[in-house]
Every structure is written in structure tokens, then in C-alpha cells.
């Protein structure tokens, strides 16, 4: 039998990644360390930036990607996460290229939100938002949900996003905060934090609004404890 | 030229290990995430215990090291750094079959200590402390220091270490905390928190005694940040 070795690509951001890294351990009581799930991260944050590339037209991250799928694979990895929403845009090419398969954050995220009808608030990237990687599958199964206007993500939502990424966690926590708010003003009864910095922020300044989210990092690393846990029966 | 990659041993416990890849971003101010040191984490916790195997003849953690070395090598890694204090008993074995070159911890942690004469409360697990890894060094040096009594590792230190490992985090950073004490209480100027749990306690319940710490595992970040900035000279 082939030894579980959860890879994770990380790197988008770095700090992401951790957090994801530490949400593996956290959402796993265990009576002994080795119960742990085996992870390999890859934290490779020399990447072109996703949501450049995709709302202007930046450098693409594809290649970088690829070659972080490529050490997971040749390390022995036999399931995939990218703790990273955006770049699950390249979710199909990277499969490709993958021997192992690989976790996705939308369907980790649905199987959170179950089946109670909500008004799902869409906190995302402008990038992630114009690729549609939440939206197409909420339309597909007829979710209500809404998303921050045009006016909002840039005063609100990225710069709270790029504070994050770059150390000032409070600061772009209160930013995130405020984004969501206005979700929750518009009629949004349950929150999608689809970027994996909102929840490292929102924690920071230990956010109310958090208890009435789904975190699609946290989700995401359920799905992989699943997996974990079916492993060893 | 090589591209530089930070490979880095964890899984011994995988939160310390987490913990040390948040301080290599944490310590690393930067203007772009691109800007962080490229890592890969190797954590796999299915390692026999090193303390076991240091105070009671347990399984040795050896191969299973050595497995996670030849995985980061395989890689690309540049330098190895090992997330834990104990298992630098095995740093010889483990520096013979790595191609890429191996960061010791104590020579970070001395290398934050500097020359001010101080008497060094050394805080450590019973297997770190029977390996003689830092009183070696320390008396080669004609550095000073204490250590706790059998008692102290008995009642305080060693079922603090263990609450931290398995998620009683603040709980554990009391006993720390106590163990700590006794060592300032006696006469200590400065502590080296010497097992990578022991910082990860103290900083949940926000202990004082952080002020007059040394923490290793931040002094081996240190280190990787320094080689990491060397590189992009």
C-alpha cells in the first residue's frame, strides 16, 4: 500500500499557506503527534502574482505551479491542496499534470455550507470574482449569493487583501472586516471567505463576523483530514 | 547558479515546525510576497519519539529522518534546517547524507546570544538535556548556565512540553512558564527556550518571560533569513 502523503502547494501567499498548514493540526485532536496527518508544503512564493495575471493580463503562474506540482508528485504525494483560492483558476491544467489528484476548494467549501438555503455574501479577489470559480458553481446549484461591488473592492477588499500579504495583518483585517460588513447590510445571511488571507486577517482582530463564515482554508483542510482519516481504517 | 531552496525537517512536533515557517515570513519584512524565502516543509510526523529514544532506549527517529532528508535533497533543497531542538542529537548522522548543507541551532542560538556575559537558564527537554546538545557547547565556551532539577522536568517542564504537542497549547504554556520561573528564581539572566515548543506556549498565554528569552527556534529563522539574503546579493 502507497504511503498518504497530503503535498500542498503553497507560496500564494506564504503566509496563507502556514495558516493552512496550521489549520491541518488544529482541526485534528489527537491523542499523539503522530496521528498527524503527513504533509509535504511546498512554499514556494516566487509566483507570479494570480490576480494580476488575471484581471490585467500579468505573467502567468502556470509554470511556476507546475513545477511545484512536479516536486509534490516526485516526493511521493497521493493527494494535492492548493491553499489558495485564486489559483485554483488553473485547477484543470494542474490536474493534468498531476499523477496525484488534486483536492478542490469549491467542492471542500459546498460540502461546509450544506444544504440550508442561505444568501451566501462572496468575499473574493477581483481576479477570483472575474473567473468565476465560486459563482459558476453556486449558479449550477442554485445558490442565492452576492459579491462586492466594483467601488468596494478597491477601497475595501484589496488593499485589505495586499495588507495581509504584506505583514499588516490588523490593518487589512478592519478592511476585510468592512468589506464583509457590507455584505451582511445587503441581506448576505452566511459568508464565503473565498481568499485565504481574509481569514488569517479577520482572526488577527478576532472579527465577529467570523461566526457566521466559512473559512474556505478551514474547508479545505477538512476535506484533507477526510481523507486522512479514511487512510487509516 | 542553483536556485536557493530552504529545506526544512518538521514533523517533530508539526506544530513546532509550523510555527518555525510563520517566523521565517514573520521575521522577514518584505514589500512583495515574492520576496520570501522559498521553502519546502518536510512534515511528516510518523517519527518515533526522540525523547524516548533518548531517555529510554525507544525506536530510533533515525531512518525515518533520514527518509525526510533525502526527500528535501531529491528536491532541490540548498540548506536543510532541522525544526527541532532533540532531534540535533542525530545532526551528525543526518549532515553525512545530505548533500546540501545542514543549519545547527545551537550555533544560531549563540550567535543571538552574543558575547554579554549572562547566566543562561537553559530550558530543555530530559532527552536534549542527557545529550548534552548546548551544555557541551556552553562549557566549551565558558558560557555559564542551569538547568531544572529532575523534579522540575518531572512536574513542570516535560508535561508542559507534551500538553503543547498535543494541542493543550495554554495549559502547557503554564507549566513552561513555571519551569521558567524556578530557573530566573535561582538566578538565571536569560533563558534559551531549547525545545521548539516551549515559545509556542509562552506566546499564547503572552508569558513576560518571552522579554528575557532566547527562542531557538527564532534564532535558526534567523539564521535561514541571513543565508537567504546572502543569495540575493
Not at 442565492?144 to 473592492?153: G, K, Q
Request: glycine letters at 8%.
Amino acid at each position: 500500500m502507497t504511503t498518504p502523503l497530503l503535498g500542498v502547494l503553497g507560496g500564494m501567499g506564504p503566509l496563507a499557506a502556514v495558516d493552512f498548514a496550521r489549520k491541518l493540526l488544529e482541526l485534528n485532536p489527537v491523542e499523539t503527534e503522530q496521528q498527524h496527518i503527513p504533509t509535504l508544503l511546498w512554499n514556494v512564493p516566487q509566483i507570479p502574482d494570480r490576480q494580476l495575471a488575471l484581471s490585467r493580463g500579468g505573467p502567468s503562474p502556470l509554470p511556476a505551479m507546475l513545477q511545484g506540482i512536479a516536486v509534490l508528485n516526485a516526493a511521493g504525494a497521493t493527494r494535492i491542496a492548493i491553499a489558495c483560492n485564486t489559483a485554483h483558476h488553473w485547477f484543470d491544467e494542474l490536474a493534468a499534470a498531476s499523477p496525484a489528484p488534486l483536492l478542490h476548494i469549491v467542492d471542500a467549501t459546498l460540502a461546509q455550507l450544506g444544504e440550508k438555503p442561505e444568501i451566501i455574501g462572496l468575499l473574493a479577489t477581483r481576479g477570483a470574482l472575474q473567473s468565476r470559480l465560486y459563482q459558476d458553481r453556486f449558479d449550477a446549484l442554485q445558490r442565492r449569493y452576492i459579491v462586492n461591488t466594483e467601488d468596494e473592492l478597491d477601497k475595501l477588499f484589496m488593499p485589505g487583501c495586499y495588507a495581509v500579504k504584506h505583514g499588516k495583518i490588523e490593518e487589512g483585517g478592519r478592511l476585510l472586516e468592512a468589506a464583509g460588513q457590507r455584505l451582511l447590510a445587503r441581506g448576505a445571511t452566511r459568508l464565503v471567505l473565498a481568499c485565504t488571507e481574509i481569514a488569517t486577517g479577520l482572526e488577527r482582530i478576532n472579527s465577529p463576523l467570523l461566526a457566521a463564515s466559512v473559512d474556505t482554508n478551514e474547508a479545505l483542510a477538512h476535506t484533507c483530514l477526510q481523507y486522512w482519516r479514511e487512510q487509516k481504517k
